[in-house]
Every structure is written in C-alpha cells, then in structure tokens.
C-alpha cells in the first residue's frame, strides 16, 4: 500500500488503524508510519481508498 | 471580504433562511448579551485538554493548605474543612465582568478554574505534571508542595485505605473505567428549594436552636447513649454555620465591589443604579429570602459557587420555570416592574454566567464529557405535584432565550407529557430546529412510574423530579433530593462484557484476568451458554463497582463529609447529620457507558457461530484477537447480521431480554438504604473515550467509536426510518426494567422547515410517546455544515451540536467526535 502524502510503500498492517466510523463500510483512516499523515484505506483491496474519498468521513452523504 | 464579514452583512431574515441560525442570534440579542457572550472564557475541553488561555486558579488550594496546615490535631475535619472554605469565600479575589448583573464566579478570575485539592491525589498530581501550561510556571514549583501536602490527605486516599490491592490495581488498570468517586471525585448536588429560599440566616436561626438544644441535653442526659449523642451533631451544625455565615460574607463582598464601582467609577447613570441595585440584592442574598426573579436567579448563583467550592460539581440540577415561577409572575405579569424581553435578557444573562464556569477534575471525566463544561442540564417543564402541566411563560422565556445566548451548557432537558401546552413546545422545536441540540425531550409518563417503581417515591414526589445530571431524574424534595454522584459505580465501555465473556474474563488488551472465570467459550454448546456468560460478566463488574460506592459514601460520611453542602438539606441540619451519613430516599442509578452495541454483538454470535454454524467460536477470537486485521469478509459477515433499529424482532428480543435481565440484576444489590440499583445505559462522549476497548463481535474494530447512546441504533446501521427505530426502541420497558435509557436522532434540517416540518415533528414525538420510550434528543445540522466547520472551524465557532447527554460547539471536540457525529444517520420524517 501506498501513503497519499509522502509516498511510502509497505504492507497495511504497518499503516497503524485509527479508526472508522461507519462499521458496514470496508473503509477506515490509518496513518503512515514515515510521515504520520492520515489515509483512509479500503480494506477489501487493502490500498488507499480513491482520492475524492480522503478525508471524508466514511458513510456521510453530502447530499444531505 | 471575509466569510464572517459577508454573512454579518446578511439581514436577519436572510441568516434565518440559510439556516446560520448562529449569526442570526447575535443580531437578536441585546448589546449587553452579546458582550458578555463573547467575553466568555470557554471552559470546554478538546480531548482533555482546556482551550487555549484558560490555568488553574490556585487561590483555593493555597487557603485549603494553609487552614489545614494550622488546624489544631484536636479540630474535627468537618471544622477544618469548614474554615478552609471559608478562608476561600473571605479572601478569594472576585471581580464582576462590565454589563453582567449576575455576579460570582467560582475562581479569581474569568479564565481561571478553581482547584480542589481535597479531592484526588491522582487528580492533583495529573494538573502539576500537566503540560500544557494550565499552571504558570511562576507558581509551579508552589503547586507541587501544595499538591504534596495533600497526598495522603484527599479523599481518594481515604476511600483507597478500604480498598483491596486488587481494587485499587482494577480500577486504574484492568477494567474499562468503573468506579469514580475517588478518581473522577464529582458530585451531582440537588437542592430542596424550599429550604434554600428560606435564606441563610433562618437556616443559621434553626442551627442555633439545635445547638443549643443539644449542648442542653448532653448535660442533662442521664444515658450514656443521649450523653455522646449529640456530639458528632454539634460538630456538623458547627460546621455547616461556618460555611454559610461565610457564604454570606462572600455575597456581601459583591455587595461592596459593586457600590464602590458605582459610587466611584460608573459613568454611565443607568449602569450605575443597577450596579447600586446588584449592591441591595447581594446584601439580601442569600441572607434573606428572594423575593424578586433576579434576586432569586441571583441567590441560586450563589449556591453554585458555594457548591463548587467546596467539592466539583459535574451537574446543575435544577428547575428554573418551576421554582422561580412565583418571582417571575409578580415581577412580570402582576406588579410589571420587569417586562418579558427583560426577562428573557436575564435568563439569557443566567445561562452565559453559568457557561462560564469549569472545574478542574479528572482526565477521564474532560474526555469522557469533551466539548463541555459541564454537563449543566436545567430542567423545564413537566407536571406539577398535583399532575397539571407546569409549563408557563417562564419556560418559554428560558427557551427563547436559549436560541440568542447559544451556549452548549448549560442545556435543557424537558419534560414532555400529553398535557404539554403547544405554544411550550412550539418553542421546544424552534430550539432543536436551531441546531442546539437541545432540549432533550423526557417522557413524563414513563419517568414518574419509573420513579415509584424502583425506588417507591410518592406520586407527589416523584413529579418533583429535576435531571441530575444528563438523563436520570430525582425528586427535589426533603428526603429525595441527593447530595451526590449515585453512577460514581458505573462502568465505561460495558460492551466490554461481551468480549469478556468469549475470553473467560481475560481482557485481551492487559492480559490480566479482570473479572470472574465464565468457562472456556469454545465449549460453550448454545447461545444460552454464551449468553449466560455474557450476564454473569456483566454482574461481576456490576457487584464490584456496586460494593466500592458503598463503602466510598460511608468513607465521606464518617470521614470526609462537605458541610456547605450538608447545610443546605433540611434532613441534614434536622437531624445534625451530614449529607452522605442523613440518607435521602436512594435514586441511585448504574451507568452503563457505551452499552448499546451489546445486542448486536449478542446477535450475530447467536446467527452466525450458533445457529447458521459458519463460524466457529474459536475463529472468532483469533479474528477478535487480530483485530479483524485480515478477517476482512469474515467481519462483514459480522456487520450484516440482524442489527437493532430496524424493527428486526431476530435481534429487537435479543435486547429486549437483555433489558429484562438488567433489571434482575439491578435488585440483586441494594444500598445500605435497601434501594435496587438500575441501570442506566448512555453514553456521553464515551463512544470516543473508549474506543481503546478491543475489537467486538459486531464488527467494530479497536480504536472505532462505539455506538453513540444508550439504545441508539449504531452510526448507518438503522437502515429502515426512522419509525423503525422508535419501533425498536419501543420494545423495551421503559419504567420497569432501567432507570433511563438515551436515545439519539438526526432530523434532516431541510425537511423540517416551517410548518410542515413542525408538524411532521409533533407527529414524530407523539409516536415517541406512545410507544412509551423515555427519552430522545436530536441534531439538526446538516453535513454540508459540519464539513465546512471542519474545513475551516474559525468560522464556525458558534456551531452547537448533541453529543450524547450534553451539547458542545463542533469545532471544540476531537476530529474522530465529529466524524463520529457526522456518521449517524439522517432520519427522514413523513
């Protein structure tokens, strides 16, 4: 997996969990070991959700 | 052109209809309501940590070290403490902000809060090694000698010498949370209005007759028993005097400031007759009886400061509209020597005094409670003794006036009854339409029976009933109002249970074995096995935080008792007793923080490892123990089993038994009163503060938030409406089987404007009603705003939303609260 920020690559489990908010959603924020920015990740693919996902909070309709 | 600029230009009518309802109130309010709205030090805490600006007030803990440092070894404590405060109420600098006409404040100055250092060593030694500048470092080094002199000294450590190793080990380590009067060292004080408003003076008149009556009767007695009677009594009376003869001095002190200010630096010829007027009523008060509404609003102000003087105060339980309604109707409606928007502007003036006001406690207890000062929930409306509504103009003033004050505390929690006058809540929704949060909404019918179920209050009684703190009512009255913190026995992240009961009382996280050894789950052959491992779990901490509370009040009454508060209790000064010895008729209750995911973690163990077989126990705890890190679909199975909010009887009965359980549970303990000890299942911020608690069989990971009440469907996971929910919610008993249980919803702003919306809500809370559940409370904020607010919270720093239990401005809590907030659901009505 790769970090958004800084661009380090390693396996997820070394991005440390934070936490989801949405249980019934695969995503969650982790944080990058090198740089310590915040990015969410899907766990299905285990690779950093799209970009126009980052920083949303998961589940969070903005249409409403 | 800022944003702020471009949005004050907006007129009011336009700031109304973007729904800014924030920029709104301040063109509504009045010059001085918006000077002293802002001049505000916000006492809130991000995380655990103050806002910028605001330090310790060291003037209390300088006076109680030194009172105790020259006390005779002979003097009893009671008088010690006594004096101690008292040296506080006479020497303490005070101050009285420009405009405001509610003075007292219980700390030096307006960014300072007072430090208790009778309270907790933990807590005093956590405020010295605090580094984020809370202390200044002039006066650090004598912080730390003071907080030394008190190690060995505080409460805790009285309490902790009746407490085994194992406890004291458990209670900072192994359990999630569980007993705090040691550690969290706050009270929840009720008054008897009756007796306070009779002024102090009659109150020092009765002491003094009990005095003297029982310095006669140890002489003239002829048993051993009448002999050495009395003399704990005289002590306490002693006491008490000490404190509100103080009290009174203190008042008189504004008294003073306020015509020195007047007579010799006021310009302003109106602000100088009210400076001369606050001078006469804090000469009377709370000496005297009030007779007017801002004598009254001013007497209880006194109380406050004299409360959370002597002990932190985490609560405000009162009831304003009831209680002061004789002041307002003949200040207002019969001799209109004030008029209603005068009113209002008092009220408003009352509510930003009380914003003010913080206290220094617990790491724990500012997380637990972040974004809030409090929580300071006033209670308003309801029936009166004899079951009429008492909603009157008065509890539309308080409302009114909450819509331009806009403070997260304190906030209101109102009582709704089928005899609520619609124009009363008309100005209910207006608020929770405002975007406050608040009121929360209390079903009287089911909280008056609840009240005579558990605890056998008399029906007059228990429609006296004011919140003690967010969600559990108790009466007013000589022998029900409390003097303490009951849910001091409470446990943080009762799912934990769950969890607990998989691994045979081991929490995961410590290795340690925190509680009773249910059996090796794996060979659990039913779900009834599973369950009944569940429940002995949750008795286990139920016992062990039920026995600590009793023991810590008996410490207080025999060691450590607080006689500011005792004198304010008529059964106290009748009898000579303190607060915690003289028993008031128990309200107790056991909060269960953040419980509310149980029954789904129960459910999708009965589908998915008992009765659907496509899991075995084993894996569940290795996918447990991972953390579900690489149990990704495994973990999604978890997340779509039955889920609570959905009207899904599967898992609607799961809860429902376990509600039924609770109950038997609750009965299975009494306090040395004989009262039961119901459960109250919330959460406040919590599900934040416990996140730490390890991963859950209904999918949550370690580290997510756990659900946001304490039967609130968790955040997406009621899918079906919002008359599913209360369908849901619906199902349990609500009088016999907790002592209050909170339910969260978000309303979408949009659909709830104008008429319509207030119809389609009416229609809503009916139904809420009829279904018997007792309590709900609502955001109105619509994500568009709150995501602006995090993208750029200096302009949106007035923005208010609802916790859980309490109301807090956004931008002052933790990222993951608000993505917390931001994850519920958006419930469409209709």
Redesign the interface.
């Known amino acids: 997996m790769k970090c958004i920020h800084c661009g380090y690559e390693g396996p997820v ?1 070394s991005f440390r ?10 995503t ?1 924020n982790r944080e990058c070991p090198k740089c310590f920015g915040w990015v969410l990740v899907d ?2 693919t285990e690779e950093a959700a799209p970009d126009e996902l980052q920083g949303r ?6 249409r ?1 | 052109m800022t944003q702020t600029e471009w949005t004050i230009e907006k007129d009011e009518k336009e700031l109304w209809d973007a729904r800014e309802f924030w920029w709104w109130a301040e063109k509504k309010r009045s010059a001085r309501l918006n000077y002293l709205r802002k001049a505000v030090w916000s006492k809130a805490t991000k995380g655990s940590t103050w806002l910028p600006g605001v330090q310790l007030d060291l003037e209390n803990i300088r006076w109680f070290t030194r009172v105790f440092k020259e006390a005779p070894a002979s003097e009893p404590f009671v008088i010690t403490r006594a004096k101690a405060l008292a040296a506080v109420l006479d020497h303490m600098p005070i101050f009285i902000t420009d405009l405001s006409r509610i003075v007292g404040y219980p700390g030096s100055a307006p960014h300072l809060i007072t430090w208790i250092p009778t309270a907790s060593y933990i807590i005093n030694e956590d405020l010295v090694n605090d580094r984020t500048g809370i202390i200044p470092d002039e006066d650090l080094e004598e912080a730390k000698e003071m907080a030394a002199f008190w190690k060995g000294r505080t409460f805790q450590d009285a309490v902790e010498q009746y407490q085994s190793r194992k406890e004291r080990t458990q209670k900072l380590m192994g359990r999630p949370g569980g007993t705090g009067r040691d550690l969290l060292a706050f009270d929840y004080v009720t008054p008897q209005p009756e007796w306070m408003y009779q002024g102090f003076d009659s109150i020092i008149k009765t002491i003094d007759e009990n005095v003297a009556a029982a310095q006669k009767n140890m002489v003239e007695a002829r048993t051993a028993e009448e002999q050495v009677a009395n003399i704990p009594k005289l002590d306490t009376w002693n006491a008490m005097k000490i404190c509100i003869e103080a009290m009174i001095r203190y008042a008189r002190r504004f008294s003073r400031l306020a015509r020195i200010i007047a007579e010799n630096f006021e310009t302003d010829p109106e602000r100088r007759q009210e400076l001369i007027r606050m001078s006469e009523i804090c000469y009377k008060v709370p000496a005297q009886r009030p007779e007017h509404l801002w004598e009254a609003i001013q007497f209880d102000h006194f109380v406050q400061i004299a409360y959370r003087l002597e002990w932190h105060n985490a609560a405000w339980p009162w009831r304003q509209d009831y209680w002061h309604w004789p002041f307002y109707k003949k200040d207002v409606l019969e001799d209109k020597i004030m008029t209603r928007d005068e009113a209002i502007e008092l009220c408003g003036e009352w509510m930003i005094a009380a914003y003010t006001i913080g206290k220094s406690w617990a790491r724990g207890g500012r997380e637990a409670l972040q974004g809030s000062p409090g929580p300071y929930v006033w209670t308003l409306g309801g029936l009166d003794e004899e079951g009429n509504d008492a909603c009157n103009d008065l509890t539309d003033c308080y409302l009114e006036a909450a819509l331009i004050t806009r403070v997260s505390d304190p906030t209101f929690g109102f009582r709704y009854s089928t005899k609520t006058r619609p124009q009363t809540l008309r100005r209910v929704f207006e608020c929770i339409r405002h975007g406050l949060g608040y009121p929360s909404i209390r079903n009287d019918d089911v909280l008056i029976p609840n009240l005579m179920h558990w605890f056998g209050h008399p029906l007059e009684e228990a429609r006296r009933w004011v919140h003690q703190a967010c969600m559990a009512p108790a009466p007013d009255t000589k022998w029900g109002a409390p003097p303490i913190r009951y849910p001091n026995a409470s446990v943080y992240g009762a799912s934990l249970a769950v969890n607990l009961a998989i691994f045979d009382g081991v929490n995961t996280q410590s290795g340690l074995q925190v509680s009773r050894k249910t059996g090796d789950s794996s060979k659990f052959e039913t779900f009834e096995d599973f369950y009944n491992a569940w429940y002995e779990q949750m008795k286990d901490a139920f016992e062990w935080a039920t026995s600590l509370e009793h023991r810590n009040r008996q410490v207080e009454a025999l060691y450590y008792p607080k006689p500011m508060t005792t004198s304010l209790y008529e059964r106290c000064v009748e009898t000579g007793q303190n607060s915690a010895l003289c028993k008031e008729r128990s309200s107790l209750w056991y909060t269960l923080f953040s419980f509310s995911e149980t029954g789904d973690c129960l459910a999708a163990i009965k589908k998915l490892v008992y009765e659907d077989k496509k899991y075995t126990m084993d894996q569940l705890k290795e996918a447990l123990l991972a953390n579900w890190e690489g149990y990704e679909v495994m973990r999604m199975d978890f997340v779509r089993a039955p889920k609570w909010g959905n009207d899904d009887d599967y898992v609607d009965q799961i809860y429902v038994k376990v509600y039924e359980d609770l109950a038997k549970m609750s009965w299975s303990v009494r306090d040395i009163n004989g009262q039961p000890w119901p459960t109250l299942p919330e959460s406040v911020a919590t599900f934040v503060l416990v996140a730490s608690l390890p991963a859950l069989p209904n999918g949550r990971r370690m580290g997510d938030p756990l659900y946001d009440g304490g039967c609130s469907p968790g955040p997406g996971l009621d899918k079906k409406g919002p008359t599913a929910v209360l369908k849901s919610v619906g199902k349990l008993d609500h009088v016999g089987t907790v002592r209050a249980t909170l339910l969260n919803q978000r309303l979408s702003p949009t659909q709830l404007t104008g008429e319509k919306g207030y119809k389609l809500w009416t229609e809503y809370m009916k139904t809420w009603h009829d279904l018997g559940i007792d309590h709900v409370q609502f955001n109105m904020v619509d994500n568009e705003t709150l995501y602006a607010a995090q993208k750029e919270p200096e302009k949106y720093s007035e923005l208010v939303v609802r916790i859980a239990g309490y109301s807090a401005h956004f931008v002052e809590m933790s990222r993951k609260t608000q993505d917390a907030i931001i994850a519920r659901s958006v419930q469409g009505l209709g």
């Open positions: 489990e969990y934070l936490y989801n908010v949405r249980l019934d959603e695969p969650g766990h299905t909070v998961p589940g969070a309709d903005l409403k």
